[in-house]
């Protein structure tokens, strides 16, 4: 039986509704105006009017209760645009039990990625512009309220990231450190189909390139080594995005906390957990390798900052490395796998 990767009906209307909504509100002027505090207001002010963030909240919270599948065709498309808004992020942590009623009006929600240390979260993802971080303090899961400090530390890629306190502000305890496990793979699946967003558009941006630049007389394009690097990347691409969808669906169907199968010698996973993590792996792998062999193909060109491959090359690797050293994430995936190693092994 052929396998259809396809989009199903409602997935493709969301696509197309929020495919329309990035072409016609988040231009590459937006992304170049919000660095270098990586964050525009006004478009997620515009977001806020479609009701997007409140997509991935419970209905009983007032969300829209949106699935992990609805939300990753979202996320593809705002890593196409590169959007400079934390909405991954705010999903991430409204799909909390509890978290979207401590919100009002437009606030922002995030997670912080790593348990506090010394009183505070270190590098929290869209922290520089969050009105409310959920993050483990301890054996807690606490959300904290407190004003954004609206300035991030200087980074590649144009990231809101910031530290924040776990002290200071209203807080609240929202259950055990454990909960914030399954927020976070959401983030890493959530992370991955935004990173394959910007694999695939850094594609179409090379691909026209070579096609309207010339070199010794003919097309850049028409070279063979130039047409070799590039037909190797739409594999690499979907390979990718399958994985993230098969993430997805693990998540709605249920494949959490052991539910799901991990057979290696079957090549059999459809636990979420393992899905989420070989998912944003592989994303950061090819966007890292599609920035790179588009952003070389434009030459010199490809490094100026009036080209816009190179916003796309500085996002492929900063988003990859929010969450640490991506060899600590394969480590990971690794124990998710086949186990913690044995003492003494390695």
């Known amino acids: 039986m052929a396998l259809d990767f396809a989009l199903s009906e409602d997935q493709e209307a969301i696509a197309d509704a929020f495919g329309s909504f990035f072409n016609n509100e988040c231009a590459v002027d937006v992304v170049r105006d919000a660095e270098p505090l990586g964050h525009s207001r006004e478009l997620w002010r515009k977001l806020c009017e479609i009701e997007a963030p409140g997509m991935a909240a419970s209905e009983a919270e007032g969300g829209g209760a949106a699935s992990l599948s609805a939300q990753v065709v979202v996320a593809e498309g705002l890593g196409a645009a590169i959007a400079p808004v934390p909405l991954l992020e705010h999903w991430a942590a409204v799909g909390l ?9 437009d606030q922002i929600a995030t997670v912080a990625l790593h348990p506090a240390h010394e009183d505070s979260w270190r590098l929290v993802p869209g922290g520089a512009v969050a009105d409310l971080v959920v993050g483990i303090d301890g054996d807690e899961l606490v959300a904290v309220s407190s004003p954004p400090p609206m300035v991030a530390p200087a980074n590649h890629a144009g990231a809101p990231l910031a530290n924040r306190s776990v002290r200071e502000g209203d807080r609240v305890v929202l259950g055990p ?23 695939d558009r850094s594609l179409q941006i090379g691909v026209a390139y070579v096609l309207e630049r010339e070199q010794f007389g003919r097309l850049v394009g028409s070279f063979q080594s130039i047409q070799h690097g590039l037909a190797d990347l739409p594999a690499l691409v979907d390979g990718a995005r ?19 199968v991990i057979d290696m010698d079957d090549g059999n996973i459809t636990e979420f957990a393992p899905l989420a993590a070989m998912a944003f792996v592989q994303a950061g792998d090819a966007a890292a390798e ?45 124990g998710l796998l086949w186990g913690a190693p044995t003492e003494g092994v390695g």
Request: charged residues 20%; neutral net charge.
């Open 97 to 105: 039990p509890g978290v979207a009623g401590l919100l009002v009006d």
């Open 177 to 199: 450190a454990a909960m914030l496990d399954g927020a976070l793979d959401r983030w890493r699946t959530l992370t991955a189909s935004a990173l394959v967003g910007i694999a």
């Open 242 to 260: 399958f994985l993230t969808h098969k993430a997805a669906w693990a998540h709605d169907a249920g494949l959490v906390d052991g539910a799901g």
């Open 290 to 334: 599609s920035t790179d062999r588009c952003l070389h193909y434009h030459g010199g060109y490809g490094f100026s900052l009036e080209y816009d491959i190179q916003l796309y090359f500085r996002r492929s690797r900063g988003w990859a490395n929010i969450l640490a050293d991506p060899g600590r994430e394969r480590l990971r995936l690794a």
